[in-house]
């Protein structure tokens, strides 16, 4: 979902065309409706659990490049192979976090735009989206929990081998899964959550 599918900001007072308040509620409706199910849509969060996984596996294949390069010899054959696939991995996935972050900050923008148009007491308790928020929030606390698992796993192991490592390799494989599921999983959370906050805010009694 790129920001050319995103349903257009209002226009300006001075530039609408709204014959009356009813139009001007009904377009309201429509709008909202339509970014609040693109920003909690389910395949946005698998997309973004997709490039995560694409951006370990990068990480990964880079890790097990600089440990061939560290090695020497007929190691720099593989290392060469490894950072090219590693490349090849972490930059288109890099890019697609990037872009599904800048869409979803528009959205929340123009879900802002639309909401202050005006309020609509019979419709806008509708625009709860109670089962994709609670979606979002439970599938988001997955990632988070293999995150605690990997990182918890990793500071065991630190903790509890006598001998020194051979090198840095291991902590960098746990922070390599470790980071990107914590943050997925924040993100995904921190959606979830601000959709609620602004739906209260909706529905928040005039003073």
């Given at each position: 979902?790129?920001?050319?599918?995103?349903?257009?900001?209002?226009?300006?007072?001075?530039?609408?065309?709204?014959?009356?308040?009813?139009?001007?509620?009904?377009?309201?409706?429509?709008?909202?409706?339509?970014?609040?199910?693109?920003?909690?849509?389910?395949?946005?969060?698998?997309?973004?659990?997709?490039?995560?996984?694409?951006?370990?596996?990068?990480?990964?294949?880079?890790?097990?490049?600089?440990?061939?390069?560290?090695?020497?010899?007929?190691?720099?054959?593989?290392?060469?192979?490894?950072?090219?696939?590693?490349?090849?991995?972490?930059?288109?996935?890099?890019?697609?976090?990037?872009?599904?972050?800048?869409?979803?900050?528009?959205?929340?923008?123009?879900?802002?735009?639309?909401?202050?148009?005006?309020?609509?007491?019979?419709?806008?308790?509708?625009l709860r989206a109670g089962g994709?928020?609670?979606?979002?929030?439970?599938?988001?606390?997955?990632?988070?929990?293999?995150?605690?698992?990997?990182?918890?796993?990793?500071?065991?192991?630190?903790?509890?081998?006598?001998?020194?490592?051979?090198d840095g390799s291991g902590l960098?494989?746990?922070?390599?899964?470790?980071?990107?599921?914590?943050?997925?999983?924040?993100?995904?959370?921190?959606?979830?959550?601000?959709?609620?906050?602004?739906?209260?805010?909706?529905?928040?009694?005039?003073?």
């Open positions: 979902m790129g920001i050319s599918h995103l349903p257009p900001a209002p226009p300006p007072w001075h530039l609408s065309t709204w014959p009356n308040r009813e139009a001007v509620l009904a377009d309201r409706e429509r709008a909202l409706d339509a970014l609040i199910r693109k920003t909690l849509s389910p395949g946005r969060l698998l997309l973004g659990w997709l490039l995560t996984g694409v951006f370990m596996l990068g990480w990964m294949l880079a890790v097990l490049g600089l440990k061939s390069v560290a090695e020497g010899g007929v190691e720099y054959v593989y290392a060469a192979a490894y950072l090219i696939l590693a490349a090849g991995a972490v930059i288109p996935s890099l890019l697609g976090i990037r872009a599904g972050l800048r869409t979803g900050k528009e959205a929340r923008r123009r879900l802002r735009l639309w909401a202050a148009l005006d309020r609509d007491a019979m419709r806008d308790p509708g994709r928020v609670w979606f979002w929030l439970l599938m988001s606390l997955l990632p988070c929990a293999g995150a605690l698992a990997v990182g918890g796993a990793a500071v065991t192991e630190m903790l509890t081998t006598t001998t020194a490592p051979k960098a494989y746990a922070w390599g899964l470790t980071a990107p599921l914590a943050a997925v999983g924040a993100y995904g959370v921190a959606t979830a959550l601000a959709h609620r906050r602004w739906f209260r805010s909706l529905n928040a009694p005039q003073r």
